[in-house]
């Protein structure tokens, strides 16, 4: 099986030849059409906690990283039967079941870990929704209790990037009033995607949100180093909560203290996947892509996601 390894965030990406592996009497093997890419993905290959913890608990051999994938189901297991060969789907990695990253020509996972595509969702398109818009409606609905709230706010820092720009879409659509953080280039994105734009260039991030506030949820998709946890929590309703998407390690204390920090990295799976792709079959979720990156330039998709600047989501096809 043919994936794309480096020992290191200094050694290129490249392909290599591993060993297939089984699959189980539950699993599913895929065909990879296209692949989200995250910054989880490059993160893990520079050594961050999630990647130490990889390398603990993941599959021995080469580090194969990413999470989300779309393709077309090739084998099943004998005790699968409600995914065919031959199916559309999309779903997600996890190597905490010692299976390989999504940045291969096959992957193996088990038949709950996928969800049923329709034709009129191309695989580029669900290809950007694993991680991102999943981690955006944990945020919101699980974690948030969103859902249901009187009077509902949301604000999203970062509100144009991957997990953003799908937490603006989710919270609105589900009657929140949503404020958006973006650069001066990105408000009108924003604002087309239902959200109050707030320019961080023009003044002081925080005065400018509470005027708008207090919020139900703060959802932080860009990081403590840039928008700080207690200034957060500051702009919260009584109840409210403040979700850090992907925290430094510096910032796990935080989580690990009584208050109303939380943080979240979505795990995809059917349940999560399914409603995500009814919403774009419908036309309710619009996902937009950056840029469509050939897998032979994985490095340098890799190199524009740490820039920061991506509006919407990277796709390796």
Request: proline letters at 6%.
């Amino acid at each position: 099986m043919q994936v794309l390894t480096s020992r290191s965030i200094d050694e290129p990406l490249h392909w290599v030849e591993i060993p297939t592996p089984k699959l189980g009497p539950d699993g599913v093997r895929v065909a990879v059409r296209a692949v989200g890419v995250n910054p989880v993905d490059w993160k893990m290959r520079a050594g961050d906690m999630l990647g130490v913890v990889q390398r603990v608990v993941g599959p021995s051999g080469s580090l194969v990283t990413g999470v989300d994938f779309a393709g077309e189901v090739v084998e099943v297991g004998s005790a699968v039967k409600d995914v065919r060969v031959g199916d559309r789907v999309v779903g997600g990695t996890d190597f905490s079941r010692k299976q390989h990253g999504s940045y291969a020509r096959e992957v193996c996972v088990r038949a709950d870990q996928v969800a049923l595509l329709p034709e009129s969702v191309p695989f580029d398109v669900a290809g950007c929704l694993p991680v991102a818009a999943v981690t955006a409606a944990t945020a919101l609905f699980e974690l948030g209790h969103l859902r249901g709230r009187p009077d509902a706010k949301a604000l999203v820092l970062g509100a144009s990037g991957g997990v953003g720009h799908f937490a603006v879409q989710l919270a609105r659509a589900a009657g929140a009033v949503v404020v958006g953080v973006c650069s001066a280039r990105n408000v009108a994105f924003v604002e087309a995607l239902g959200g109050v734009p707030l320019d961080y260039g023009k003044g002081e991030v925080f005065a400018a949100a509470a005027k708008l506030g207090p919020f139900d949820v703060v959802v932080d998709t860009v990081g403590a180093a840039t928008y700080p946890v207690a200034a957060c929590q500051r702009l919260l309703k009584p109840g409210g909560v403040h979700v850090l998407v992907m925290p430094r390690a510096v910032d796990f204390w935080w989580v690990a203290l009584p208050g109303p920090t939380v943080m979240v990295l979505g795990r995809p799976n059917r349940a999560s996947l399914k409603p995500l792709v009814e919403q774009v079959a419908s036309g309710a979720l619009k996902v937009e892509i950056a840029e469509r990156i050939p897998w032979d330039e994985a490095e340098r998709a890799h190199a524009v996601s740490r820039a920061g600047k991506v509006v919407g989501k990277l796709v390796l096809v």
